[in-house]
């Protein structure tokens, strides 16, 4: 799927390494792991949480004593994962593309990821986050999280977050263990779209029109179009107005009977712009994931 080995551009692989930050981050990354062609790097302080990540490369953060990871302790994560920085460096120098995937709101992901972002950045790569924050009963990792995008925005060029409080309003009998499955799920979606339109012929393009923005991602497939816009117009956090268009990346095929109109129209009408719609792999059914910039 990814061109992990390909062509060179100044010394670096034109391939994307993901990294799983933090517990959080480190199931992300397990739901990856099985995809062909992705390159994983997990980064933890839970030694037990690390053995069990299905990753290529995995740098235990700290001693390994913290069970219970860094307790919420953000400065400890950043300070663990900053003495860690020699192995973090050697592992994302050769990447064009370095993924942070994190859950927002404790002190290992939260501190790890913004440290790995940096060196992404210092290291030429192009830095993309995707990360989950905790909903509002978890009011303090809540403000940790939010707290923490205004760093990662700093240091990343494109960043895609999912909200569980957005997901749960729109299906209320998702309790809070489904709802972050559901979102890890979303992230995985999110991912492989965004790395095959990075990848693509047009993928500079795609970088630049994305590039400082944050975006929020909603997903839908083998339905009607009238459906299919609809889930995807009620999608996480696309209850913001999008301060431009929306990008949306189709796998299989959209009839063509009008049916891109009829999608863009009710789309539109729900984010108020309306949406740009970026061919993928062609093939059987219709499978669409939608980037609504909300930064």
Do not use: W, Y
């Amino acid at each position: 799927m990814f061109r992990l080995f390909s062509k060179k551009d100044g010394g670096k692989v034109a391939g994307t390494l993901a990294v799983g930050c933090g517990g959080g981050g480190c199931n992300i990354a397990n739901r990856l792991g099985g995809i062909s062609g992705v390159d994983i790097l997990t980064v933890n302080t839970d030694r037990k949480g690390l053995v069990r990540s299905r990753s290529n490369r995995r740098i235990l953060l700290g001693d390994g004593s913290m069970d219970a990871g860094c307790g919420g302790d953000v400065a400890l994560g950043r300070s663990l994962t900053t003495a860690s920085s020699a192995m973090i460096d050697e592992s994302i120098r050769m990447f064009l593309n370095v993924a942070i995937l994190a859950g927002l709101g404790g002190g290992t992901g939260t501190g790890a990821a913004e440290v790995i972002a940096s060196a992404a950045r210092r290291n030429g790569s192009r830095v993309i986050l995707f990360a989950t924050i905790p909903m509002s009963f978890e009011f303090d990792r809540r403000k940790v999280a939010i707290d923490a995008l205004d760093g990662l925005a700093a240091v990343c060029d494109i960043m895609v977050v999912l909200d569980g409080d957005r997901l749960v309003s729109i299906d209320p009998m998702l309790g809070a263990r489904e709802a972050f499955s559901v979102l890890d799920q979303m992230i995985c979606e999110s991912f492989m779209s965004l790395m095959d339109m990075l990848e693509s012929a047009d993928g500079e393009h795609v970088f630049r029109m994305m590039k400082g923005r944050t975006f929020s991602v909603s997903f839908a497939e083998g339905m009607s179009v009238e459906k299919v816009a609809a889930a995807l117009a009620s999608g996480l956090m696309t209850s913001f107005t999008s301060t431009s268009n929306p990008i949306i990346f189709v796998r299989g095929n959209i009839p063509q009977d009008g049916s891109e109109r009829i999608m863009s129209d009710m789309i539109a009408e729900s984010v108020g712009n309306e949406p740009v719609f970026i061919q993928g792999p062609g093939g059987r059914g219709m499978n669409l994931v939608m980037f609504t910039p909300i930064q």
